[in-house]
């Protein structure tokens, strides 16, 4: 196999890439200059060793001294609330919109409607483990913030069934963000103004 078809099924790998763009980013390549090409690979070499993630939210931050534990789950803001998110981008999206000065934990997904094996899909023994840590730490709300189509809406539903007898035994409350997300829209999509109408909305 040439380098050009193993390298183009790496990049099908990719989440979305099918054979026709893996080809074109692999041509995309073969275009650019040297040092392009060198600083590409060295990036992807360095993501592993500079990069870990959070033993706390699960979510990928530049590895400061020995710490397990990222920035945001370390300063003590606000540990009474904790949003719950899908992914990295979502929470980059919530952060950068400034409405929401809580904890946060990163799903890792959501499960797909009519899945056989939900528990694989997300991390919901994390989950489960981090709201029972948080009790000794005043969490008093969960506020999930899942997409609004159907996927967030069963994630949504699965996760409410496993967390609700947690939560009223340690007499926390399960909020759910507002639905000024219009359906259909995905979190990290949202502009700033959106969030924050989301958020004050949240029952
Ligand atoms: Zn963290």
Same mark, same amino acid.
């Given at each position: 196999?040439?380098?050009?078809?193993?390298?183009?099924?790496?990049?099908?790998?990719?989440?979305?890439?099918?054979?026709?763009?893996?080809?074109?980013?692999?041509?995309?390549?073969?275009?650019? *200059?040297?040092?392009?090409?060198?600083?590409?690979?060295?990036?992807?070499?360095?993501? $592993?060793?500079?990069?870990?993630?959070?033993?706390?939210?699960?979510?990928?931050?530049?590895?400061?001294?020995?710490?397990?534990?990222?920035?945001?789950?370390?300063?003590?803001?606000?540990?009474?609330?904790?949003?719950?998110?899908? $992914?990295?981008?979502?929470?980059?999206?919530?952060?950068?919109?400034?409405?929401?000065?809580?904890?946060?934990?990163?799903?890792?997904?959501?499960?797909?409607?009519?899945?056989?094996?939900?528990?694989?899909?997300?991390?919901?023994?994390?989950?489960?483990?981090?709201?029972?840590?948080?009790?000794?730490?005043?969490?008093?709300?969960?506020?999930?913030?899942?997409?609004? *189509?159907?996927?967030?809406?069963?994630?949504?539903?699965?996760?409410?069934?496993?967390?609700?007898?947690?939560?009223?035994?340690?007499?926390?409350?399960?909020?759910?963000?507002?639905?000024?997300?219009?359906?259909?829209?995905?979190?990290?999509?949202?502009?700033?103004?959106?969030?924050?109408?989301?958020?004050?909305?949240?029952?």
């Amino acid at each position: 196999m040439s380098t050009i078809d193993s390298l183009a099924q790496s990049f099908m790998k990719f989440p979305g890439i099918g054979t026709r763009q893996a080809k074109r980013f692999v041509y995309f390549l073969l275009a650019q *200059n040297p040092y392009y090409l060198d600083t590409l690979a060295r990036e992807i070499a360095e993501l $592993k060793k500079t990069i870990t993630q959070c033993t706390g939210c699960f979510r990928y931050y530049p590895r400061v001294g020995e710490s397990s534990l990222c920035s945001v789950c370390v300063d003590d803001a606000d540990s009474a609330t904790l949003m719950i998110v899908e $992914k990295d981008t979502d929470f980059d999206s919530v952060r950068r919109s400034g409405s929401y000065a809580g904890r946060y934990f990163i799903l890792g997904g959501t499960i797909p409607v009519l899945e056989r094996d939900p528990a694989s899909k997300i991390r919901i023994h994390e989950l489960l483990a981090r709201v029972e840590e948080g009790a000794s730490d005043g969490l008093s709300e969960i506020i999930l913030a899942l997409s609004a *189509n159907p996927e967030g809406d069963f994630t949504r539903d699965y996760i409410l069934k496993a967390l609700t007898p947690l939560a009223a035994r340690l007499g926390m409350t399960i909020t759910t963000l507002g639905r000024g997300l219009s359906t259909g829209t995905e979190l990290e999509y949202s502009d700033g103004d959106t969030l924050r109408h989301a958020l004050k909305n949240r029952c």
